[in-house]
């Protein structure tokens, strides 16, 4: 065969490919076509795209054919041919005497009294729970002879109900830390814990002269019942002195809000399991905040298609994971969200609402968003009385709140979907306004001894308040914290704290249900304990926290024999009968709200709008120096070891900015300098920066240090989220993002590819011969081959798995859940960036339309474990084979690292190990591996094994039983954590079992069906539940919503 | 000066191709033997302990069940060396003068685990259940040999690939009464085979050969 031929046959082929059906749709160009659905225009057919590259691109992205991302096989080291002779015939001889030696002399060391519990080489699950932001999360934790390796959410716990955030799952890798502050010390001298409790006391002696006037404790919020008591003892014996919370990242607007509206302070609970139509209010309610598993939950049970399907509406300024859920998403300035309820109000008043009379009247200032979709919006609350929900964000000023406590009070929605409870803990304002007036006691002399225990203050603090400055003025300062980091710096003692793993503790969840922290492990370097620290200021430092703990609650305790109920309490991780009732019978007084609101909503300031967000990796910064999460994609942007200046495709054009341009963002006269990136779906004119990046304090760990930009340094006190008057300009350089978007794509000639997900409203998907499910019969079902497909119903099981698009909200838990699982490397950001990322799932997403109607589908993609994998073909050493159960098996001592595998896979999941990154690991760190899972070296293809090891531990232990096993006793990890269980895993051979059901559902379709590969993993297509009143079936934006302009 | 090379080098250069084509052939294959050798598979080589811990005294002499000791083997992965503890269990009553078992009471009295010398060792990348092994009639001695007559501890069989294969691929010839799982002195009563088979179906055996059965 010529050459030519053969260019002759690839045309073929690749015209072939281009026939199918499947990939006929993708290639209708995104924008002026006539839709491909014949003028259905509820039909969603746009190509998606995933980064804005690719959207602008018609061919294919340069370098997408490739195996392997650009720059992934760049070799780094620059040996010599001589040196790398030198090093052979070194590492021969080496070889040589290594092997004529005795071979090693291996001990096993046994224990010297067994625990009664501990069978060495199985796991124990031990319930405890993890306070973030005082409230606490239930949690399991998996423990082989004492040490911690894997963390699953309570079952029983009614904030987790087994599932886990990402930051959750994480917490593994922060106890095992290398980089945490391992030694108490004042100033630079180490001091003995009993050392310092002496001068304690002694201090405590002078406090107590002037009734403690000089004391302040300033606390990250707490609900713990022990905190609270001790607080109450420290009080009594200093009743001069004061406690402060504080966390930058605090819910206080909600709070306010509240007070504004009923009178009171008092934190709204949400309940989505009864909402039919949900209004989120800049409300990321899916990945944020402590209900925030619990409400993914009922977010996605309520999405299952049926005519009960609910509907989500979102108004924000960036796009978030709530927003990339919602059937319609309004992009709005983070200041305008107020005027923008405050339409919604008068237009419900004038819909007959009359208890939002007194609010008709709110000025809502000149009306920036699309009318129709608000009257829509209104309509569709007005007709689900009683069944509707608004949910404000935590940062929305407290009058939003107001205005949605009022809207949810008038729908009938409060005691329904939403409730009201008295605040858990004593202050509940611990934002900026509480900590002013500690800065203020400071500057005015008036504090002696200051005890920090709040996350790291003077890197969250607001930058006005230079709270290191003013930590100088303080006599004497005590941080208790879990780094060497910038707090701990400017203060005169640093107490090394315990981790949450390593603490005896309580905390209540939202609902008030109290969890035991119990630890897992001894401190690994002698962290001290909060409740430790408190109680030295009453003289019972040296007490211990368990003691202290059990003293608390048996002191609370009544009736019966309290050892038992302990053991009790301690093994369900709850407190039975501890949730506190909300607070019926709330009231809106409408005409004192108006009064109230309206000179809030008066917009006075102008220019660029500058918006704050939480990073949902780091958080506040508190897990920056977390390598799990540093390298987690960013849910939206995929963004992996940065932050970046967000903005929007118009304002970025307008200002001559392009993605990887270091702008210097200015507000108030200060500055930073922060690389841009163009985020799809962001609102114009605002620039969003999140927080928790940019340390750069002397004892900031390895990990954390130097990453991304510190966007703290321009956050004030008066507007901590969004204000306006920002200027963001152009510097000239430019900056390297490692993004992981459009690494592995799914593409077998680097063409677009096509959509991985079809998008439905419910209508249609309910409708049995619909265009729906045109769409998706084309995509599974037998395909005509010449192999005989092998037969595996007369094997035991027939692993499977299924993926609900409808519920997967792309929050990443899975990913870090299957890192600490299945002993996953970290890279770095270099290595990302060169495309060598480890992590085995890797949630695409996908969005379509503009940046208006701008919709996501995410897309978890692991090895599908196809029947005819193709990566099995091409291995020359047969390390990658196929199990009589239908597992593509991955036998890494077999492996020899040429990659052809990977070349061969169609789906792109498997990852090779270029280097030896457990080279780096620290003693300490190898306790958290699981010993389930081999550790892969350099030279190592690896990818999703199912969990391999869950399946053979499950067979082993039900063969002794003499049973199978059941549908949903076993779990991979991803499932596991999984918070909307969107994640089902079981036989295809037991008929009954969920994960058949799902593959029989009309919503499945298969991953790239048309190339016969019968990949086990199915996912089930999203459906969408768009407001049929929101949707014009016109010629030109196949179903677009109606953008911004089209005003009534 | 003479000739460079006289007749007899001939046969030299002869006998010296001889020896790199017997050498090129030869190495590898003596290798090969060479690992199969009871000496490169560490068998037959008692092994030492930091005490005298004889398996013949307590096992055939005193009688005691393995499972008395190695009390984990039927419910976990490992087998269990026993806890200094459990050494104790008996030997605070008897011979707790003797000079053998010094360390034995030195580690009890300052908690500082005993250090026993490894006999038996799988790869790391090799996860090996025991419980599954006992549960389904596959007795001790099948991997261990007669421990009962070792006055040390050693390797009694190969632990290869192949020869665990052997046994998951036909696993008749190692089968018995679940009950009969620690006595050294089974045989099976009539045809082996015959036996073997209705054990794998009393006992419900399924082997299994897939790699992830050992290999995660």
Same mark, same amino acid.
């Given at each position: 065969m010529s050459c030519d031929d053969n260019k002759d046959a690839r045309t073929k082929d690749r015209d072939r490919r281009r026939s199918l059906p499947v990939v006929d749709k993708s290639v209708a160009p995104a924008k002026g076509a006539a839709p491909a659905d014949g003028g259905n225009g509820l039909w969603r057919s746009q190509r998606p795209w995933r980064s804005i590259d690719e959207r602008d691109r018609q061919g294919a992205m340069p370098g997408a054919a490739n195996e392997f991302p650009a720059g992934t096989m760049d070799v780094d080291d620059n040996v010599s041919r001589r040196g790398f002779m030198q090093l052979l015939s070194v590492s021969t001889a080496v070889a040589t005497v290594g092997a004529a030696c005795q071979k090693p002399n291996e001990k096993i060391v046994p224990f010297v009294r067994r625990?009664?519990?501990?069978?060495?080489?199985?796991?124990?699950?031990?319930?405890?729970?993890?306070? $973030? &932001?005082? *409230?606490?999360?239930?949690? $399991?934790?998996?423990?082989?002879?004492?040490?911690?390796t894997k963390i699953e959410g309570n079952p029983a716990h009614p904030q987790t109900i087994g599932a886990t955030t990402a930051i959750e799952q994480a917490l593994i890798l922060g106890l095992y830390d290398d980089d945490r502050a391992k030694q108490l010390r004042q100033g630079v001298t180490p001091i003995a814990w009993r050392s310092l409790l002496g001068q304690i006391n002694a201090n405590n002696a002078k406090l107590a002269e002037n009734r403690g006037a000089g004391l302040r404790f300033l606390t990250a919020p707490t609900t713990? +019942?022990?905190?609270?008591?001790?607080?109450? =003892?420290?009080?009594?014996?200093?009743?001069?002195?004061?406690?402060?919370?504080?966390?930058?990242?605090?819910?206080?607007?909600?709070?306010?809000?509240?007070? @504004?509206?009923?009178?009171?302070? @008092?934190?709204?609970?949400? /309940? %989505?399991?009864?909402?039919?139509?949900?209004?989120?209010l800049d409300s990321d309610f899916l990945a944020e905040g402590p209900e925030q598993t619990r409400l993914s939950r009922e977010f996605a049970a309520r999405r299952e298609p049926s005519p009960r399907m609910s509907r989500l509406y979102v108004v924000e300024p960036a796009v978030t994971v709530t927003g990339a859920m919602a059937d319609h998403r309004l992009r709005m300035q983070g200041t305008e969200v107020g005027s923008f309820v405050a339409g919604l109000c008068s237009v419900l008043a004038s819909r007959g609402l009359e208890k939002l009379a007194p609010l008709a009247s709110l000025s809502h200032g000149e009306r920036k968003w699309d009318m129709k979709w608000l009257v829509a919006l209104a309509g569709d609350l007005e007709r689900h009385r009683g069944s509707s929900l608004v949910i404000a964000g935590c940062r929305q000023p407290p009058a939003v709140h107001a205005l949605a406590a009022a809207l949810n009070a008038a729908l009938g929605n409060v005691g329904v979907t939403v409730e009201y409870?008295? +605040?858990?803990?004593?202050d509940p304002l611990s934002g900026p306004a509480p900590l002013a007036a500690l800065a203020q006691d400071i500057a005015a002399g008036a504090v002696d001894t200051l005890v920090i225990t709040a996350a790291n203050p003077v890197y969250t603090a607001p930058a006005d308040f230079k709270f290191a400055k003013l930590l100088e003025r303080v006599p004497n300062s005590i941080y208790f914290g879990l780094n060497e980091d910038e707090t701990a710096a400017a203060c005169k003692v640093m107490v090394p704290?315990?981790?949450?793993?390593?603490?005896?503790?309580?905390? /209540?969840?939202?609902?008030?249900?109290?969890?035991?922290?119990?630890?897992?492990?001894?401190? $690994?370097?002698?962290?001290?304990?909060?409740?430790? %620290?408190?109680?030295?200021?009453?003289?019972?430092?040296?007490?211990?926290?368990?003691?202290? $703990?059990?003293?608390?609650?048996q002191g609370q305790f009544k009736g019966g024999e309290f050892d038992a109920h302990w053991e009790r309490w301690l093994a369900d991780g709850i407190v039975p009968d501890t949730g506190v009732a909300a607070e019926g019978g709330v009231a809106v007084d409408g005409a004192a709200l108006a009064q109230t609101v309206a000179p809030l909503l008066t917009r006075t300031k102008s220019g660029m709008e500058i918006a704050f967000v939480v990073d949902p990796k780091l958080y506040d910064g508190r897990f920056a120096n977390n390598a799990w999460l540093?390298? %987690?994609?960013?849910?939206?942007?995929?963004?992996?070891?940065?932050?970046?200046? @967000? %903005?929007?495709?118009?304002?970025?054009?307008?200002l001559g900015i392009e993605t990887g341009d270091i702008v210097e963002v200015t507000y108030r006269d200060r500055h930073v300098d922060a690389p841009a990136m163009i985020v799809p779906g962001h609102v114009d004119d605002t620039v969003t920066l999140p927080l928790?990046?940019?340390?750069?304090?002397?004892?900031?760990?390895?990990?954390?240090k130097d990453v991304g930009f510190n966007a703290g340094a321009l956050r004030t006190s008066d507007n901590p989220w969004y204000d306006r008057g920002a200027t963001v300009a152009k510097t000239g350089r430019r900056f390297k993002f490692a993004i992981t978007q459009d690494h592995w794509t799914m593409s077998p000639d680097g063409r677009v590819i096509p959509p991985p997900a079809v998008e439905g409203p419910i209508e249609e998907v309910l409708k049995r011969d619909s265009k729906f499910h045109e769409e998706i019969e084309v995509r599974r079902g037998p395909l005509p081959t010449i192999h005989e497909p092998v037969d595996y119903s007369k094997q035991a099981y027939k692993w499977a798995m299924s993926i609900d698009l409808n519920k997967c909200t792309g929050c990443s838990a899975c990913v870090v859940a299957c890192v600490s699982e299945n002993n996953i490397n970290v890279v770095g950001k270099e290595n990302v960036w060169r495309g060598r990322e480890m992590q085995w799932i890797r949630v695409d997403r996908y969005f379509s339309g503009n940046d208006d109607s701008l919709s996501m589908i995410t897309q978890p993609l692991m090895c599908v474990h196809c029947e005819t994998?193709?990566?099995?073909?091409?291995?020359?050493?047969?390390?990658?084979?196929?199990?009589?159960?239908?597992?593509? &098996? @991955?036998?890494?001592? /077999?492996?020899?690292?040429? =990659? *052809?595998?990977?070349?061969?896979?169609?789906?792109?999941? =498997?990852?090779?190990?270029?280097?030896? *990154?457990?080279a780096d690991y620290t003693a300490v760190r190898e306790l958290g591996m699981n010993p389930d899972v081999t550790v892969r070296t350099r030279g190592i293809m690896e990818k999703c094994t199912y969990c391999v090891q869950r399946i053979e531990r499950k067979r082993i232990s039900t063969r002794i039983e003499g049973r199978t096993i059941a549908d949903g006793e076993l779990e991979t990890a991803c499932q596991q954590s999984c918070p909307t269980r969107a994640i089902v895993f079981g036989s295809l051979n037991d008929a009954s079992s969920k994960v058949s059901q799902q593959h029989a559902d009309p919503r499945r379709y298969d991953l790239l069906h048309e190339i016969g590969t019968r990949p086990r993993t199915a996912y089930l297509a999203r459906v969408r539940n768009p407001n049929p009143e929101l949707h014009v079936p016109d010629a030109h934006g196949a179903g677009q919503e109606h953008g911004k302009g089209e005003h009534e | 000066m003479g000739p460079l090379f006289r007749p007899r080098h001939n046969t030299l250069a002869l006998i010296s191709l001889f020896v790199v084509a017997a050498g090129a052939a030869g190495v590898p294959a003596g290798l090969m033997v060479y690992a199969r050798t009871p000496y490169a598979r560490g068998m037959q080589d008692p092994i030492e302990q930091p005490v005298q811990f004889d398996h013949r005294h307590h096992t055939r002499d005193e009688g005691i069940d393995c499972r008395y000791c190695h009390n984990t083997v039927d419910k976990s992965p490992a087998a269990g060396i026993p806890a200094t503890q459990l050494c104790l269990n008996c030997h605070s009553q008897v011979w707790n003068k003797s000079p053998i078992l010094e360390p034995v009471r030195q580690s009890f009295i300052q908690n500082k685990p005993m250090e026993w010398r490894r006999v038996y060792k799988v790869p790391e990348f090799v996860y090996f259940n025991h419980s599954i092994h006992v549960n389904k009639g596959v007795g001790c001695v099948s991997c261990h040999g007669r421990v009962d007559q070792m006055a040390a501890v050693e390797k009694a069989t190969p632990l290869t690939m192949s020869w665990c294969l052997e046994c998951h691929r036909r696993p008749e010839a190692n089968l018995r009464p679940v009950e009969e799982v620690v006595n050294m002195d089974w045989k099976p009563d009539g045809d082996p085979v015959a036996v073997g088979r209705e054990l794998a179906a009393k006992n419900d055996v399924h082997t299994r050969t897939s790699c992830t059965t050992c290999h995660r």
């Open positions: 625990p009664e519990e501990v069978t060495p080489g199985n796991p124990l699950h031990f319930a405890t729970a993890y306070a $973030l &932001e005082g *409230y606490g999360s239930g949690l $399991l934790v998996e423990s082989h002879e004492g040490r911690p713990s +019942p022990l905190l609270l008591d001790l607080r109450r =003892r420290i009080l009594e014996r200093f009743p001069q002195a004061k406690f402060v919370s504080y966390s930058s990242v605090a819910d206080d607007g909600a709070v306010d809000g509240a007070r @504004m509206a009923f009178g009171k302070p @008092m934190v709204p609970r949400h /309940r %989505l399991g009864s909402a039919d139509v949900i209004l989120s409870g008295a +605040p858990l803990t004593p704290a315990a981790h949450a793993l390593e603490t005896w503790g309580d905390v /209540r969840a939202t609902d008030g249900t109290v969890s035991i922290i119990q630890p897992l492990i001894a401190p $690994l370097w002698g962290g001290i304990q909060e409740a430790e %620290l408190y109680a030295a200021f009453i003289g019972e430092g040296d007490v211990g926290a368990n003691k202290l $703990l059990r003293r608390y609650w540093q390298e %987690l994609p960013h849910p939206i942007t995929k963004l992996t070891w940065d932050n970046a200046a @967000m %903005l929007s495709e118009t304002t970025a054009k307008a928790g990046y940019g340390r750069t304090g002397v004892g900031v760990g390895g990990v954390a994998a193709p990566c099995e073909y091409v291995c020359p050493v047969n390390a990658t084979v196929h199990s009589d159960e239908g597992l593509n &098996e @991955m036998v890494y001592n /077999r492996c020899i690292g040429t =990659r *052809y595998c990977s070349n061969n896979c169609p789906y792109k999941v =498997r990852r090779f190990n270029y280097l030896n *990154y457990i | -």
